[in-house]
């Protein structure tokens, strides 16, 4: 009976989460990578590069097997979260630019998602890697990933001003609602939690760090602007944990691949915070002092 409501609550729950993106997005959003196309493009080959490989390397130093290494690499690939918007306005990031990788990364999620299962399976669960490639996969994360963002847009297409007004009430239950997913996760698979915590915690601590660093440091090095670096970092840094747990447990079936998105769902939360502040201290820092008036 517990499977079941975790089955059904987890999509459910995902869908509320992606509905309330939706209703923050418009076309626009999608084309507004032309403004900024050397800092999307950055961003994009970070997530979909470098992370994984990052997650791969992470995997094989804690020795992490199975599930929960194929649960790793479902985190990676997940987009952003939706509080990386709010890390990223505290840091002084490019939220604009924040909410255009979010909208791509989602488009992208449901194509590279099954694609970094199977390569998962097939190196760690004696897979014959192609169990992520069937097209039933791809249809089940299209319709858990994208057909709420997709309804949600079009209602705040059609109904602008009660979307506007929505909008803060979804966030907030959106959240409330993410939390209880990670609940759910980490209560539906306490033993597998606690027999892994020590190993699990500090892979979780150490891939949002890289993270992090890797999304702000790599935009810096081909001199990307200061604000959209920020935006880079926690776009990249801060994964959607709940999609993650939502694929282990409603396409993958598979509950203990969803305990590394829960335990990162917690933790990273740590990481952000104090790449939040330092960050938003550095701009202040790095911004020009007003020049003194001289009339008087």
């Known amino acids: 009976m517990g499977s079941t409501i975790f089955a ?20 626009d959003d999608f084309a507004r990578v032309l403004r900024y196309p050397k800092a999307a493009v950055i961003a994009l080959v970070c997530q979909m590069v470098l992370l994984p490989a990052v997650c791969f390397g992470l995997i094989y130093l804690f020795r992490l097997e199975g599930a929960l290494a ?16 709010l890390f990223s306005h505290i840091a002084g990031g490019n939220v604009a630019l924040n909410i255009t990788l979010t909208a791509i990364n989602s488009v992208l999620a449901v194509f590279t998602m099954p694609l970094l299962v199977a390569l998962a399976f097939h190196q760690f669960m004696d897979g014959d890697g192609s169990f992520g490639l069937r097209p039933d996969k791809f249809a089940q994360v299209f319709a858990i990933v994208l057909i709420p963002v997709a309804i949600g847009m079009l209602v705040h297409h059609r109904f602008t001003a009660w979307s506007q007004r929505m909008r803060g009430n979804v966030k907030v239950l959106s959240i409330v609602v993410l939390a209880l997913v990670v609940l759910a996760a980490v ?40 604000d959209q670096a920020i935006a880079s970092a926690m776009e990249i840094g801060i994964h959607n944990g709940a ?39 550095y701009v202040r820092k790095a911004e020009p002092a007003p020049v003194p008036s001289t009339t008087g």
């Open 243 to 281: 999609i993650a747990i939502a694929v282990a447990g409603s396409v993958l079936h598979n509950d203990a691949m969803a305990v590394p998105g829960a335990v990162y769902g917690v933790l990273m939360n740590i990481p952000a915070a104090i790449a939040a502040y330092l960050l938003a201290k």
């Open 70 to 85: 194929v649960g790793m690499l479902l985190l990676a690939a997940s987009p952003g979260g939706p509080s990386a918007n």
């Open 187 to 226: 209560a539906k698979n306490f033993e597998t939690l606690t027999e892994h915590i020590g190993k699990l915690a500090s892979l979780s601590l150490l891939f949002a760090v890289l993270s992090l660093a890797v999304g702000y440091f790599v935009p810096r090095l081909f001199q990307v602007d200061a």
């Open 8 to 27: 059904v609550f987890l999509p459910l729950a995902l869908a509320l989460v992606m509905f309330g993106l939706g209703l923050t997005l418009t076309v």
